[in-house]
């Protein structure tokens, strides 16, 4: 900036000839799995438990936060996708950049081929982040019906991956992906895309990847469609897959 059957009927009693003769039932030792199935079966069971411990302590001891649900859901003014009176698909451009200007926590704005990028002076809502290296906000725009459509906003935020489900509950589908390191400064990891009705969140993960940091993780928000282009592999999911916190998981692994 992605299954049930019913009998009904009155039973009918059955008389045996070996009616009143208890059976006499043979114990049998069940049968043992191998201690290498049984090892794995029970890692994979630790992690999942694990990841929903983390949910149930997320949802028992906090609430949704009143601000955060009001920047991520519709409002009666502006029907989502929606930031700021933008609109992916229907603002155009020269109405956003308008909107941008007339803002007096904006800093400043670039436009360049595609995209308008701002930075924030310190004034803007607590929600939403200074940290961005690149931008603070960006919205890209194309041609739609002959005129210049924001077709996307992206918004650095300090809300943590874990506020964002407390808020909106469980995402639609989720995209993994890969970052492979383009230069020393940059560090191996993934990014986690949570997809919901009218926007996306998305967290950039450093490895080794764990639970808490990734509950903890602060999101990007992304209203419409962005072009999220990373250098590395790509994985379309309905729930985090068991190998997600391993050390030898994709994008962690060394080699």
Sequence with gaps: MAVSRTFTGKAQPIHHPTAGFAPRVVARPLPRLSLSLDLGMRLTLLLFAVFALGVTLLRGVSSPNTDI???????ADCAAPCWNGIQPARTTVEDAVSLLAADPSVADYQMTPGKISWWWNGDQPALLSTSGR?????????????EDRITSIVL??????GDVQLTLGDPDSITLHTVRPQDAAQRAGAVYVAHYDTLSVFAVLDCPMNVEDF??????????????????????????????FRDQAPGCAAG
């Design 69 to 75: 649900q009001a920047l991520l859901t519709a409002s």
């Design 134 to 146: 690149a931008f603070h906000g960006r919205m890209e725009y194309e041609s739609v019906d002959g």
């Design 215 to 244: 509950w903890k993780s602060p999101v990007y928000i992304a209203f419409g469609t962005p072009a999220l282009i990373f250098e590395g592999d790509t994985y379309q999911v309905g729930s985090l897959p068991e190998w997600f």
């Design 156 to 161: 650095a935020s300090t809300i943590a991956l």
